[in-house]
């Protein structure tokens, strides 16, 4: 993205009547890596001790799994099966033993190649958020989300670079009947955008869906698909302790398609977990290695990812709360539990705010510090969530892609050299000086620092001239500009038509009460 | 601080006319302390590098001394002093000899003891901002710095708990005359609060009367406060290599007074300090090495801090930014030059925004990031620094110290054993129940969490209803509860008057040309 050039047709006087062009300047596409040592908010030995007392408890307690077929294949795997409650009780060695078949990483590919991903390995993968079901922005307010809201948020998804993954859903379309409009989100993720995207782990029709969606628009066999996948989906545990219907075959649908599954208990402390941060953790990881386990006993060799997704709730209130103290001391707990079982690492950028400021702002930060000093590996609603998840807002969406290239610049390592130290360029100056005019300052001085997209450092006098924009008011204007300037980006007309014709098709289906779609290769 | 207690005399139509109370809760005041290991962004073969860098760039660039007492000390201790320009080359052997004398730790004692503070062994203070020249909050917006400012700023800052130290002037008296300001800005510092607080290293004699005015308040001999030293001062070099008189006139007077000097210089990378990040730390060093080793060499043992306050400016319009990427990293690569020197590391939390806003929150979150995750032990304008340091504002103030006590949770190590594992209550309430009523809940809830001061964590509707304030109005909202429910700290009388007393007798020898008082002792 460049500043948009002027149009030399137009006079001075029709170019003032135009509405301002804002001009997002913005960091390139790439692949993020952290090369910095995490932070260890937990000991080695209190990391083995949850990691112990959580195996303890799925064999003791055992967690409760609605779904007969996912019992079933927990019971010949040589779980005990409790047929009056659906308890199912793991032992430590078949937990084990299933989890250390998965892979400590793996790659995605999207349909524009140069957007594929890899998580794992130190490499992570920023996603926008998914799930809220309504739309804010600071023009029009808050409102149920819409179709027309949600591909116009996929469109911004689409411009912001840093970016790497489509998280889900970010408006759920509640204007569309709720047994199909699953379809007509994955048809606008494909068609809007060519990055990766994520697909709904609601019920195994709706993973079907994905894949066969999948590979109509990238042209893939499902062998293809299940070599290097191409969507990925988050399965959350009832907390506590249970698996649902819904999930379970998600689960077991998506694991058989090879797609990878981010599993994520929701411990929230103090409500669905214990009000002891230790205690959320360790349910938080029986609740993880109860799915883990059955995602490779179902399928060796998925790729999955660990979540971590405790937070705590205000004890004066029963509210949730993210971005807290606890929540950051957790993700980075997470972290560690994660790298205990060399998987890679799901975490989130969560605030409970209701509007973009200041609280936004830093809740944000304080989870995606930890997130990223946490280890991990895919940042879920790395982008766009606000007031705890049920509204996506367009100006925290691009508040978020700021905080993600500052935090990916950050990461960036700092050179060390001979050239870099500048003595020459030190002594050359000397004191008094300054380096605006010296040879070392001017070979580099257009790309050594990152140029910010939401940032305003001008002085106050002509920021004031400017009209004194807050930040958020700012964010508006950027986008706006990347929704007006947005481009679809290119797509085989044959297959874009193949695509529409299945969305018919399955719609007509699903009215008829076929759920579960015939699978394509 | 608790809600204030409803005043029974008060009929509900009287209560309904007053200002609405506003409750300010917040943390305690506590001495906090850094169990984490710190970041670390640069390696031991890049940070001998940069130190062994500094060291030649003293010895065969030197530095300049503009001050000739400083000079004629370096040359005694064996230092090469070059007339013609002032410029002084040190050896490696004399800096590191000189430095090694420095402690590694100290204490500072408060007015009121229970504030006395530590830096060093991992432990860290905060203290509010310092130097800005205008105020600013959202019912007057900006203006010059007045007395009156200055000390309602002094009173919302002894208010909040989480601050351990005044900042050395948080807004300064500009209708005050410039000579004698510093008296009228020590008196209101000494009795608005009994926290410790920092002086002015502006020339000799306003250090020396930081010093006077210390021992009649707190009843000390210049050999109690030298044991236990009382204030504090910032001792910034000219970068790039030079010190200046009155700089080196302070850091003189206040090392015979065994009071702690923090040694910064000002290495904003690409103008005063080179463009890249590795030469701006290397300048940085060398800088902070030339001012440690003099003032070892000046007074052995007395208490000093690395100073790191490397940030960059805008390439395109040379303005100074903060709380980017660059400084984050350089916040963390100077604690690892501090500690490499086994000294007492100082950082600060800054911002370029123009008003509290998303920018205002997520730079200053960048900085205390980098500080603390850097080893920091002081953090300089840890609360209400705002415009790269030109204003402190109200908000800020409030903003920061919610920061500044999240990042003082963060810090508290997650208890990790069978109770706070809660096997027992997870067991108890099994799959699909919830916490809320369990009685591991019930023992622990009341203080399972932290409680913010500024976060609202209601539901969109509730917070709606009650207004629907941005967090930056919430501010507002709550320094001036702060402001209005102050009280000034108990003093002694005779001191009291003997303090007054100095400043009038100052004033006027200072109008009659007497710049340096006589010590007190």
Not at 11 to 40: D, S, W
Not at 240 to 254: I, K, N, S
Not at 397 to 402: G, P, S, T, W, Y
Not at 504 to 521: F, S, T, W, Y
């Amino acid at each position: 993205m460049t500043e948009a050039a002027p149009n030399p047709a137009m006079t001075p006087r029709r170019r003032e009547r135009r509405v301002p062009q804002v001009g997002v300047r913005q960091l390139p596409f790439a692949r993020v890596y952290n090369r910095y040592k995490p932070i260890e908010v937990l000991s080695a030995d209190h990391i083995e001790a949850i990691h112990r007392a959580a195996l303890k408890l799925l064999r003791e307690t055992g967690i409760e799994v609605m779904q007969e077929p996912a019992r079933r294949i927990l019971k010949a795997a040589g779980a005990e099966v409790d047929l009056a409650n659906d308890r199912v009780r793991l032992d430590p060695e078949l937990v084990e033993g299933a989890i250390a078949k998965a892979p400590a990483s793996f790659e995605m590919q999207a349909r524009n190649r140069a957007y594929d991903i890899g998580i794992g390995k130190g490499e992570m993968i920023f996603a926008a958020t998914g799930g809220p079901a309504f739309a804010h922005d600071c023009d029009r307010g808050k409102r149920p989300g819409t179709y027309a809201d949600m591909c116009d948020y996929l469109k911004v998804v689409h411009q912001l670079n840093v970016l790497h993954q489509e998280g889900g859903c970010p408006i759920e379309p509640t204007d569309l009947p709720a047994d199909t409009r699953h379809l007509d989100f994955y048809e606008a993720a494909i068609t809007t955008s060519d990055k990766t995207w994520q697909c709904w782990a609601l019920g195994a029709y709706r993973a079907e869906d994905a894949v066969n969606m999948g590979g109509i628009a990238y042209g893939l066999s499902r062998a293809e698909m299940k070599a290097t996948p191409i969507t990925l989906t988050i399965i959350n545990s009832n907390s506590p302790l249970r698996l649902d219907v819904p999930m379970c075959e998600a689960l077991l649908a998506m694991g058989k398609a090879g797609q990878p599954l981010a599993m994520t208990p929701f411990t929230l402390s103090g409500a669905m977990s214990p009000v002891t941060l230790a205690g959320a953790l360790t349910q938080q990881h029986a609740e993880a290695l109860a799915m883990l386990a059955l995602s490779q006993i179902n399928e060796p060799g998925v790729p999955v990812l660990y979540g971590g997704f405790t937070s705590n709730v205000d004890m004066r209130s029963g509210a949730p709360a993210f971005g807290t103290p606890e929540y950051t001391k957790a993700a980075m707990a997470g972290g560690q539990l994660a790298r205990r079982l060399n998987i890679p690492y799901r975490s989130s950028n969560v605030t409970a705010s209701n509007i973009v400021d200041v609280q936004a702002s830093y809740e944000s930060m304080m989870s995606l510090w930890g997130a990223i000093m946490g280890g991990v590996n895919l940042i879920e609603h790395a982008a766009g969530w606000m007031e705890g998840g049920l509204t996506a807002s367009f100006e925290k969406l691009v508040l978020d892609a700021e905080l993600l290239q500052g935090m990916r610049e950050f990461l960036k390592p700092i050179a060390v050299d001979e050239a870099e130290m500048a003595l020459g360029a030190i002594a050359e100056v000397g004191p008094g000086g300054h380096f605006f005019g010296v040879g070392h300052t001017l070979e580099r001085f257009e790309h050594a620092f990152y140029e910010p997209m939401l940032s305003d450092w001008r002085n106050y006098q002509t920021w004031q001239n400017a009209g004194g924009k807050t930040g958020t008011e700012r964010a508006n204007l950027i986008w706006k500009e990347l929704l007006r300037s947005y481009e679809a980006p290119p797509m085989d007309e044959g297959r874009r038509e193949a695509l529409t014709a299945y969305v018919a098709k399955r719609k007509e289906e699903i009215q008829a009460g076929k759920m579960l779609p015939d699978p394509i290769d």
